[in-house]
């Protein structure tokens, strides 16, 4: 059972679109993160939330913007989408203290621009 | 800074084999270990954790221990099965790394029936 849920879970849309990939969860968890997953495998955290109203850039520079105005709910915008930004995108969230919770991880947006 | 490196794959084996993935970490202080898994068009799953020295995760006929003196946490199963292909990642989290979840670059596992 999800308790971190992602919409929708494919999208195919045309190139300078502005879309916005939702994420939702129930735990009431803190912190949260979007991951960009390449063919490769690789994940590569493009954002970060600590709380309401915290947001922080992760290591990958992405043309995405994020918000996080509830504590459940940190939604993914791109303004135009290009083909570049065709990917697999992943949605966490964690417990605030400790080290040893590890992620809870949503199902995953993919998304194609053609 | 801190990090993870997992062995390269693809790895493919026979059905009842014996799996062994290797990770390694490098980390400040005493970090937290854990093994994902991401099944085909999933997210991924936690599969199992240990959070000190010489403590043993298991999980699904999984195992891993973590070893402090290697800095190694290898994920082993005696028999895997076809439903046990997919994606394993390797992670830590560590003070050091301002608590964020750093991840190993994954190995593809595939089980031949």
């Known amino acids: 059972e999800a308790d971190i849920y992602q919409t929708p879970r494919y999208l195919v849309i045309g190139t300078g679109k502005k879309i916005t990939l939702e994420c939702s969860q129930t735990?009431?968890?803190?912190?949260m993160y979007w991951y960009q997953q390449d063919p490769g495998m690789e994940l590569h955290l493009i954002h970060y939330?600590?709380?309401?109203?915290?947001?922080e850039k992760g290591d990958l520079s992405s043309e995405s913007t994020v918000s996080r105005i509830r504590t459940e709910h940190f939604p993914l915008t791109l303004e135009s989408a290009r083909p570049s930004h065709t990917s697999q995108y992943l949605c966490?969230?964690?417990?605030?203290?400790?080290?040893?919770?590890?992620?809870?991880f949503g199902s995953g947006t993919r998304l194609t621009v053609v | 800074g801190d990090s993870v490196t997992q062995m390269e794959g693809p790895v493919t084996l026979s059905e009842e084999a014996f799996l062994t993935i290797n990770c390694t970490y490098t980390a400040t202080g005493y970090p937290s270990l854990f093994w994902y898994v991401q099944y085909p068009g999933e997210g991924l799953q936690l599969l199992l954790k240990?959070?000190?020295?010489?403590d043993k995760g298991s999980n699904k006929g999984f195992e891993a221990t973590y070893r402090k003196e290697t800095t190694s946490f290898h994920l082993e199963k005696g028999s895997v099965q076809v439903s046990d292909s997919a994606v394993y990642f390797c992670a830590l989290t560590a003070y050091s790394s301002a608590s964020k979840i750093i991840f190993g670059s994954g190995t593809r596992l595939s089980i031949r029936p």
């Open positions: 735990m009431g968890h803190d912190k």
């Open positions: 240990a959070t000190k020295a010489d």
């Open positions: 939330s600590y709380g309401v109203n915290s947001t």
């Open positions: 966490a969230s964690s417990e605030s203290q400790g080290l040893s919770y590890g992620y809870t």
